[in-house]
């Protein structure tokens, strides 16, 4: 079983930075693919970012591209969401999710196998 708990939320005004962290629990933290995701309400959640059990490889949505970066830190079983240049339309709850096994990267909600509880991000005007 893993455990995820995000952190870094808050309010930040239009232009901001805000860094996001996911702290997972479990042995095998380096051997999990992981993602960042968000979500409004009454919307799909929204795939943002991906990154493999190396680090190696990273993937973004559209809506991510150029301003969001994943990074992840297998000695201190954390993976990160660095976001700049914020927008009011990114404010959202924001989630990290962990899959078992896999050595590339996924962008489907159903590809992961393990949800943190989400933080929320509020971008002001």
């Known amino acids: 079983q893993v455990q995820l708990v995000e952190s870094g939320g808050g309010l930040v005004q239009a232009g901001g930075s805000l860094r996001l962290s996911c702290a997972a629990s479990?042995?095998?933290?380096?051997?999990?693919?992981m993602g960042w995701f968000r979500q409004v309400p009454g919307i799909e959640r929204e795939f943002l970012a991906a990154?493999?059990?190396?680090?190696?490889?990273?993937y973004y949505a559209d809506s991510a591209k150029g301003r969001f970066t994943i990074s992840r830190d297998n000695a201190k079983n954390t993976v990160y969401l660095q976001m700049n240049s914020l927008k009011p339309e990114d404010t959202a709850v924001y989630y990290c999710?962990?899959?078992?096994?896999?050595?590339?990267?996924?962008?489907?909600?159903?590809?992961?196998?393990?949800w943190g509880q989400g933080t929320q991000v509020t971008v002001s005007s």
């Open positions: 479990g042995r095998t933290f380096s051997g999990y693919p």
């Open positions: 999710a962990a899959r078992h096994s896999g050595s590339y990267y996924y962008i489907r909600n159903n590809d992961y196998d393990y």
């Open positions: 990154i493999s059990w190396s680090g190696g490889i990273t």
